[in-house]
């Protein structure tokens, strides 16, 4: 079992960007994939971002492709999320996860994921 920490969320202005990190604490997996999620207040926990295993190979979320960027550093069992050109509408708590056996499910969908860390808060603001 992994835990996962997040950090780097705070407060910008729009058109801002933002680094967030998630440390991964204990023995991964070589089959497991990590990905960011975002949930606002009284809103759906959605997926944003995934990566596959030991890969770059990623996959977005319609809102925020071309703005957001997931990579991993295997070595330092960090998972990062790059956002720029932040927008007020990105307003959200943002988790990180990993997935786990029994593999499979949409790449983006909740139910996949196993771990999931406790969240960093990002503020976008007019």
């Known amino acids: 079992q992994v835990h996962l920490v997040e950090s780097g969320g705070g407060a910008v202005e729009a058109g801002g960007s933002l680094t967030l990190s998630c440390a991964v604490i204990g023995n991964i997996h070589s089959r497991m994939r990590f990905a960011w999620f975002r949930q606002g207040p009284g809103g759906e926990r959605e997926g944003i971002a995934t990566?596959?295993?030991?890969?770059?190979?990623?996959d977005y979320r319609f809102a925020v492709k071309g703005r957001f960027t997931i990579s991993q550093d295997r070595p330092k069992n960090t998972v990062y999320l790059q956002m720029n050109s932040l927008k007020p509408e990105d307003t959200s708590m943002y988790y990180c996860?990993?997935?786990?056996?029994?593999?499979?499910?949409?790449?983006?969908?909740?139910?996949?994921?196993?771990?999931w860390g406790q969240g960093t808060q990002v503020t976008v603001s007019s």
């Open positions: 990566i596959a295993p030991n890969s770059d190979i990623a």
């Open positions: 996860a990993a997935d786990g056996p029994p593999y499979g499910g949409w790449l983006l969908g909740a139910s996949r994921y196993k771990v």
